[in-house]
């Protein structure tokens, strides 16, 4: 069953006041990243629309907001140039099947593995490349930058959105700040006849309603040739920035989405925007923290503003073309402002040094090359830091141990990057004929340590003495008999007359 959200009536109100100052947030983002993409505006239009409102039906996030994305469009760019924008629908449709199948196989779960500092990276890369997306409103199509005086007028409403969205919720929360920002700066311009651009000036957004459409490609093996790269890349950056928005709005709201459940909800909005002529899309941080900051949390905003974002191509594009840019930008510089964690400048010297540099390192990627690209880099160092650091941990305890043999402690993970300093700490030719490494402190963590307990093996069996393996957990015992012959040591379960003291010292 899907909840639309509460059954309060303040909370429907919020819901559906909401998703009109999202789906007002929407239009030039969906026309500027289908310009960047190279395709026509309804196709970004089209792919905000159904994205969005199939994502807030079935999707794992209630309140989250999905639609064409700036992340997938600089993807498209090279596809939609060498091949045209049929292949395009081809590749979001197989994109949304990638998507569908990581749900399906409970690959959302994998998002818990990112670290802190990856998020608040992430999260400060988004909001400097959200802010440096706003600078192309202050330049005209040719690159150069506005007159001064048409520059003043836009930075005079700029700042009076920003104004009016910090100041209401202090006077009254009964409509959100955004909405009542941008109609009070569109009537003003319009009144005043104010010289600046709108939303008409980039395009027009007046269309149909988006119809059934098999892309037109050859369906042949040369074709998934070509598009299979690109879904695969697609599908990976969409459902990397989907669940690391869906984390983000767990945190503000205090509440827990559901990252499998999301994964099924992108597929299915974009195997069904590729069949009706969209660009694809995904999780839209900007404006999901737009409706979240203007009181939407149920399904009912993000149904609602994928339905206004309809409405407005079907029946009212020449309002919406009226307003002007400045109040569109006012608001999301303020999203950037509340998107970034200023706080993570006051904690640059509380936290660990790598901690740090990776915070650093993920938002420089970020804006550098793309969202996916930092996170899996800010993935694979954070790991690598770990593992390092664990790799000092393990230490080894050489004692007399009784029955005539040599006992050795092992504390800490024998793993990958602590078994060259496991090894080091043995010397057969100095035991006696029984040697024992007791793994109560310790265990063996991947093949890795394996190996290096069949080095110790064969080093021991060539001096002529026997190795003794006691101790070890569950888990343990069941990784060295899945291994087999690769571990070729006297025993792996404590021998009996050791078994009868477990101190063994």
């Known amino acids: 069953m899907i909840e639309l959200g509460s059954s309060n009536s303040a909370s429907i109100k919020n819901d559906v006041l909401s998703g009109l100052t999202v789906a007002l947030a929407l239009v030039p983002e969906a026309v500027a990243f289908a310009f960047v993409a190279g395709v026509d505006p309804l196709v970004g239009l089209y792919a905000a629309f159904m994205v969005g ?35 395009l629908f081809a590749t979001v449709v197989l994109m949304g099947i990638l998507q569908v199948l990581a749900g399906v196989f409970r690959l959302g779960k994998f998002i818990r593995i990112v670290p802190h500092p990856v998020m608040l990276g992430f999260v400060n890369g988004l909001a400097i490349v959200i802010f440096l997306a706003q600078i192309q409103s202050f330049q005209l199509d040719d690159g150069n930058w506005m007159a001064t005086d048409a520059l003043l007028i836009m930075a005079g409403l700029i700042a009076l959105t920003m104004g009016i969205i910090h100041f209401l919720p202090k006077i009254t929360t009964a409509v959100p700040s955004s909405l009542v920002a941008i109609v009070v700066v569109t009537l003003l311009a319009v009144v005043f006849g ?17 119809e059934f459409h098999l892309p037109v490609v050859p369906f042949s093996l040369e074709t998934l040739k070509i598009i299979f790269p690109y879904s695969l890349v697609l599908a990976a950056i969409g459902l990397i920035e989907s669940l690391l928005t869906l984390r983000l709005i767990d945190e503000v709201t205090e509440t ?35 409706n979240i900051n203007s009181g939407g949390r149920g399904r009912l905003s993000g149904i609602t503003a994928a339905l206004a974002l309809l409405g407005f191509i079907l029946f009212a594009s020449s309002l919406i073309e009226m307003i002007p840019l400045a109040a569109l930008v006012g608001v999301m510089f303020i999203v950037v402002i509340g998107t ?30 793309d969202l996916a690209m930092a996170v899996v880099v800010g993935v694979i160092v954070s790991a690598l830091a770990f593992a390092w650091n664990h790799a000092k941990h393990v230490r080894v305890v050489k004692q007399e141990g009784r029955s005539n043999s040599t006992l050795y402690k092992v504390y800490g993970p024998l793993f990958f990057a602590s078994t060259s300093e496991f090894v080091e700490n043995f010397k057969p030719a100095d035991d006696l004929n029984d040697v024992v490494i007791d793994f109560a402190n310790s265990k063996v963590v991947d093949h890795s340590g394996i190996a290096a307990l069949d080095t110790l093996a064969e080093r021991y069996a060539s001096s002529g003495k026997t190795l003794h393996l006691i101790h070890l957990s569950a888990d343990c015992k069941a990784l060295l008999t ?9 025993v792996v379960e404590d021998p009996k007359y050791f078994v009868a003291d477990d101190a063994l010292a």
């Open 53 to 87: 409102l199939i994502t807030a039906v079935i999707g794992g996030r209630p309140g989250m907001i999905s639609g064409a994305t700036g992340a997938l469009a600089v993807v498209m760019v090279a596809l939609v140039a060498d091949h045209g924008v049929e292949y």
């Open 194 to 210: 104010l010289d600046t651009r709108s939303v008409g000036d980039i395009a027009g957004i007046a269309g149909g309603l988006p």
């Open 256 to 290: 827990r989405g559901q990252s499998n459940r999301e994964c099924v909800g992108q597929g299915v909005a974009n195997i069904a925007t590729g069949f009706f002529g969209g660009m694809g899309g995904c999780a839209m941080i900007g404006q999901s923290m737009i």
């Open 340 to 369: 970034f964690e200023w706080s993570s400048f006051r904690i640059m010297n509380k936290v660990p040094k790598m901690d740090a540099f990776i915070i650093v390192l993920v938002s420089g990627v970020t804006v550098a090359s």
């Open 482 to 490: 899945k291994a087999g012959d690769m571990v070729e040591v006297n």
